[in-house]
């Protein structure tokens, strides 16, 4: 009776779709209020659904090739012409594979941006906000409507292969980033996408792999950046991320995407599958997962390869026989899918693509977005010891220079997958110490060991002595020695995690035998992870790191190095001693696919420093070459009205003063403490920093307004976010292990 009772509805509510279809494939007036760009958003979208078949709208489920979305050309829809990201426009023709080879089809050349965790360590999110804006000029400059980024999954692990595209551990400096960057992407007018949601966090098993994460370590720590990116990044897309989250796959995962993102934060925008990551028809568009990718003929050829299937992918499930087919059997519903087409529609009236379609043939890698990577690449570079003010160089009082290292004279501009841009250009570490020191300083070049997995005298004995000792001899007979170490694309990237924290084999043999050779040894890091230090810090007199700073990063370093610039990044994540001393060890990557988040809200310093776990370099700590001093924190209450609305905050401001002889820049954070909660809560939490340029001697008054959110943790028996009233501590420093000074702050009830 209740089979029939279903089937008689569906048959039902199929006759009235395909009723609607035979009015909607009526032919289109001129004038169709859709089409005219002075009509309100919402009336556009209704109106043109109201024109659209069940096929047609059945169509717009699922991506028509490996980057665009179907059109319907009957209508006007466009595609959405998609480019992978966030560190620039990457090639978007072909398999992933193909984009990435030097030598595949449609070469696109573009900006290469600094990676997502230098620009995180700039702390600057003016600076990401004009990066972002830049990125969508190119994509726009390139013929294409939408970028994949910003990746704002937090940094919970120091072995996460992707840990380069996002912004650190914490979710506070992550989400102020996101938001930045889609801000600065959206005002051009191009569609960025926030990726990936949620807790993706790991590359193992990445397509089949579960976590599990309480409610409240996934309010406190995985969602806020995608929170902040929808609800003050007025984000127009998410993207659903590959692996389960408690149990069931992001792509039609009911709590996460119609619950916690559609109906909890209010999202507006259509929700995008990562590449090949459905598994269902009807669970997926219930789930409200509204866009398919890839789709059409590459979709089918992908699928049809045996290593698509064997490695986890899913895709296919949306196409326009299937979904047709579960609407007409009643388990998609109309209105159903009518929200989801709508949300495709609403993105592409709101960009002003309908309007304004993207033709390309502009110009991209202009002066002003080679200055953006620029200034990104050199504000993000961590200054993390400096023995004897060794740093910065002086040119006139040096004569040679050993560079020194398997990434010294490669651009390793990023790490590896999707992210990973081809620039017209890219300055090593090496030309940019060249072209800094000019004719008058000698500057030489020895890798000193071979990359591992890249270079074959890596595995032969004879090879590799000859190459220490070339390095070492052009240190000993140098009068400094600059040694670039870290990783490249096929050790650290998309797919696959870091295996070691470790540096690849023989770098920490390297810097050992050239600080032995030369006392005046600068190690560069270029990475985008952490890396372990123990074997040679105590005796390393200075220390720079440098990510991957994309296209400019070698001129960057040179900057820092000779002075030129003044570092001021900041760590956007602990480094541990070790992988042991990391919170997640002993809960990655899980067991029989399974990884449970057990170490929950102690994620980077919020575990380091509540439990009291001495870090290698502490999350907010970086060097400048000057110093600045901290004084008269003040807390003041204020109450605002707007309208009917009241609002009660509290201003917080300080004083920091350039006490040193140079220019510089210093990010200052604002950390709260609350010491009379109920639950327990991590020793403190960034709530607040801002990165202030100071002339030497000058001071200036830096403000924070910090209001009931930034004293909240969430309740999972509330549901909500609490702050409880009485006294909390707000802390003002240079790092989370430098608090400067402390202040109460009363929160009544
Ligand atoms: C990645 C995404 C990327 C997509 C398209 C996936 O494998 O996880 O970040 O945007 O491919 O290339």
Same mark, same amino acid.
């Given at each position: 009776m209740r089979c029939s009772l279903t089937l008689t509805l569906a048959t039902f509510l199929f006759a009235t779709a395909f009723h609607a279809s035979v009015l909607g494939a009526q032919a289109v007036p001129?004038?169709?209020?859709?089409?005219?760009?002075?009509?309100?958003v919402e009336q556009r979208v209704a109106d043109l659904l109201r024109r659209m078949t069940v096929e047609e709208k059945a169509t &717009?489920?699922?991506?028509?090739g490996w980057m665009e979305s179907a059109p319907i050309e009957r209508l006007g829809i466009p595609a959405i012409k998609m480019a992978d990201g966030p560190m620039g426009v990457r090639?978007? @023709?072909?398999s992933s594979a193909i984009t990435n080879? @030097?030598?595949?089809?449609?070469k696109v050349l573009s900006t290469s941006f600094p990676s997502g965790v230098a620009m995180a360590a700039t702390w600057d999110p003016e600076l990401v906000q004009r990066e972002g804006q830049a990125i969508g000029q190119e994509v726009k400059a390139l013929g294409?409507? &939408?970028?994949?980024?910003?990746? $704002?999954?937090?940094?919970? $692990?120091? =072995?996460?292969?992707?840990?380069?595209e996002g912004y650190g551990e914490d979710p506070y400096l992550t989400s102020r980033l996101g938001v930045a960057y889609i801000k600065g992407v959206q005002s051009e007018g191009v569609i960025p996408s926030v990726k990936?949601?949620?807790? /993706?966090? *790991?590359?193992?098993?990445r397509h089949r792999i579960d976590a599990h994460v309480d409610e409240r370590t996934l309010h406190e720590i995985y969602l806020p950046a995608f929170k902040a990116a929808v *609800?003050?990044?007025?984000?127009w897309t998410v993207m659903s991320a590959y692996n389960r989250l408690n149990g069931t796959y992001c792509a039609e995962n009911v709590p996460l995407?119609?619950?916690? =993102?559609?109906?909890?934060?209010?999202?507006?925008g259509f929700v995008i599958s990562d590449w090949g990551s459905t598994y269902s028809t009807a669970p997926t568009v219930n789930a409200g997962m509204d866009l398919e990718m890839p789709g059409g003929p590459p979709m089918q050829a992908w699928l049809a390869r045996p290593s698509t299937l064997a490695s986890g992918n899913g895709a296919g499930w949306l196409t326009q026989d299937k979904v047709l087919a579960e609407v007409k059997a009643g388990h998609i519903g109309e209105a159903t899918l009518d929200d989801n087409v709508s949300r495709i529609l609403r993105v592409i009236f709101e960009s002003g693509l309908f309007d304004h379609p993207h033709l390309g043939g502009g110009e991209v890698d202009t002066p002003a977005q080679k200055a953006v990577a620029l200034q990104g690449a050199t504000e993000g570079i961590v200054l993390l010891k400096n023995a004897g003010s =060794?740093?910065?160089?002086d040119a006139a009082k040096i004569h040679s220079i050993a560079v020194i290292g398997? /990434? @010294?004279? $490669?651009?390793?501009t990023g790490g590896g997958g999707s992210s990973l841009v081809r620039p017209k250009y890219a300055i090593t570490p090496l030309d940019g110490i060249k072209e800094r020191a000019g004719n008058g300083l000698d500057v030489k070049y020895a890798p000193g060991v071979g990359m591992e997995g890249e270079d074959?005298?890596?595995?032969i004995a004879e090879a590799r002595t000859k190459l220490l000792k070339e390095a070492t001899e052009a240190a000993a007979h140098a009068d400094v020695a600059v040694v670039v170490v870290g990783r490249y694309s096929k050790l650290e990237g998309e797919s696959f995690d870091v295996k070691? &924290?470790?540096?690849?084999?023989?770098q920490d043999e390297l810097i050992a035998a050239v600080e032995k050779a030369n006392p005046h040894t600068i190690v560069v890091l270029n990475t985008g992870d952490p890396v372990t230090m123990t074997k040679w810090i105590d005796k390393t007199p200075a220390l720079l790191d440098m990510w991957y700073?994309?296209?400019e990063g070698g001129h960057a370093l040179a900057s820092v190095l000779f002075g030129d610039a003044n570092p001021s990044g900041k760590l956007p994540v602990s480094f541990p001693k070790?992988?042991?001393?990391?919170? @997640?060890y002993g809960h990655y990557p899980g067991e029989n696919l399974r990884v449970d988040y057990a170490e929950g809200i102690y994620v980077g310093y919020r575990y380091f420093d509540t439990k009291n776990v001495e870090p290698q370099f502490p999350f907010g700590f970086g060097l400048s070459y000057t110093n600045f001093e901290y004084s008269d924190l003040r807390v003041v209450h204020a109450v605002t009205h707007s309208g009917t609305q009241k609002q009660e905050l509290d201003l917080v401001s300080v004083d920091v003063k350039n006490t040193g002889a140079r220019d510089g820049a210093e990010v200052v954070e604002l950390y709260v403490h609350d010491g009379h909660a109920k639950i327990d809560r991590p020793t403190h939490e960034l709530k607040g920093f801002q990165r202030v340029e100071l002339k030497a001697g000058e001071t200036k008054t830096v403000q924070f307004n910090v209001d009931r959110a930034d004293l909240s943790y969430w309740s999972p028996e509330k549901k909500d976010w609490i702050a409880e009233p009485g006294t909390f501590e707000i802390q003002v420093g240079a790092s989370s292990r430098d608090i400067r000074l402390r202040g109460p702050l009363e929160l009544k009830k």
């Amino acid at each position: 009776m209740r089979c029939s009772l279903t089937l008689t509805l569906a048959t039902f509510l199929f006759a009235t779709a395909f009723h609607a279809s035979v009015l909607g494939a009526q032919a289109v007036p001129a004038d169709a209020p859709y089409k005219i760009p002075a009509t309100p958003v919402e009336q556009r979208v209704a109106d043109l659904l109201r024109r659209m078949t069940v096929e047609e709208k059945a169509t &717009m489920l699922s991506g028509s090739g490996w980057m665009e979305s179907a059109p319907i050309e009957r209508l006007g829809i466009p595609a959405i012409k998609m480019a992978d990201g966030p560190m620039g426009v990457r090639s978007w @023709a072909g398999s992933s594979a193909i984009t990435n080879a @030097a030598s595949g089809p449609a070469k696109v050349l573009s900006t290469s941006f600094p990676s997502g965790v230098a620009m995180a360590a700039t702390w600057d999110p003016e600076l990401v906000q004009r990066e972002g804006q830049a990125i969508g000029q190119e994509v726009k400059a390139l013929g294409r409507d &939408m970028i994949l980024g910003p990746t $704002v999954n937090i940094n919970r $692990v120091p =072995l996460w292969g992707r840990n380069f595209e996002g912004y650190g551990e914490d979710p506070y400096l992550t989400s102020r980033l996101g938001v930045a960057y889609i801000k600065g992407v959206q005002s051009e007018g191009v569609i960025p996408s926030v990726k990936h949601f949620a807790a /993706n966090n *790991e590359e193992f098993e990445r397509h089949r792999i579960d976590a599990h994460v309480d409610e409240r370590t996934l309010h406190e720590i995985y969602l806020p950046a995608f929170k902040a990116a929808v *609800e003050e990044g007025g984000a127009w897309t998410v993207m659903s991320a590959y692996n389960r989250l408690n149990g069931t796959y992001c792509a039609e995962n009911v709590p996460l995407l119609n619950d916690i =993102l559609k109906k909890e934060i209010g999202f507006k925008g259509f929700v995008i599958s990562d590449w090949g990551s459905t598994y269902s028809t009807a669970p997926t568009v219930n789930a409200g997962m509204d866009l398919e990718m890839p789709g059409g003929p590459p979709m089918q050829a992908w699928l049809a390869r045996p290593s698509t299937l064997a490695s986890g992918n899913g895709a296919g499930w949306l196409t326009q026989d299937k979904v047709l087919a579960e609407v007409k059997a009643g388990h998609i519903g109309e209105a159903t899918l009518d929200d989801n087409v709508s949300r495709i529609l609403r993105v592409i009236f709101e960009s002003g693509l309908f309007d304004h379609p993207h033709l390309g043939g502009g110009e991209v890698d202009t002066p002003a977005q080679k200055a953006v990577a620029l200034q990104g690449a050199t504000e993000g570079i961590v200054l993390l010891k400096n023995a004897g003010s =060794l740093l910065p160089l002086d040119a006139a009082k040096i004569h040679s220079i050993a560079v020194i290292g398997p /990434n @010294a004279a $490669v651009a390793r501009t990023g790490g590896g997958g999707s992210s990973l841009v081809r620039p017209k250009y890219a300055i090593t570490p090496l030309d940019g110490i060249k072209e800094r020191a000019g004719n008058g300083l000698d500057v030489k070049y020895a890798p000193g060991v071979g990359m591992e997995g890249e270079d074959p005298a890596q595995d032969i004995a004879e090879a590799r002595t000859k190459l220490l000792k070339e390095a070492t001899e052009a240190a000993a007979h140098a009068d400094v020695a600059v040694v670039v170490v870290g990783r490249y694309s096929k050790l650290e990237g998309e797919s696959f995690d870091v295996k070691t &924290m470790d540096l690849p084999a023989g770098q920490d043999e390297l810097i050992a035998a050239v600080e032995k050779a030369n006392p005046h040894t600068i190690v560069v890091l270029n990475t985008g992870d952490p890396v372990t230090m123990t074997k040679w810090i105590d005796k390393t007199p200075a220390l720079l790191d440098m990510w991957y700073g994309g296209q400019e990063g070698g001129h960057a370093l040179a900057s820092v190095l000779f002075g030129d610039a003044n570092p001021s990044g900041k760590l956007p994540v602990s480094f541990p001693k070790r992988f042991e001393d990391s919170p @997640a060890y002993g809960h990655y990557p899980g067991e029989n696919l399974r990884v449970d988040y057990a170490e929950g809200i102690y994620v980077g310093y919020r575990y380091f420093d509540t439990k009291n776990v001495e870090p290698q370099f502490p999350f907010g700590f970086g060097l400048s070459y000057t110093n600045f001093e901290y004084s008269d924190l003040r807390v003041v209450h204020a109450v605002t009205h707007s309208g009917t609305q009241k609002q009660e905050l509290d201003l917080v401001s300080v004083d920091v003063k350039n006490t040193g002889a140079r220019d510089g820049a210093e990010v200052v954070e604002l950390y709260v403490h609350d010491g009379h909660a109920k639950i327990d809560r991590p020793t403190h939490e960034l709530k607040g920093f801002q990165r202030v340029e100071l002339k030497a001697g000058e001071t200036k008054t830096v403000q924070f307004n910090v209001d009931r959110a930034d004293l909240s943790y969430w309740s999972p028996e509330k549901k909500d976010w609490i702050a409880e009233p009485g006294t909390f501590e707000i802390q003002v420093g240079a790092s989370s292990r430098d608090i400067r000074l402390r202040g109460p702050l009363e929160l009544k009830k």
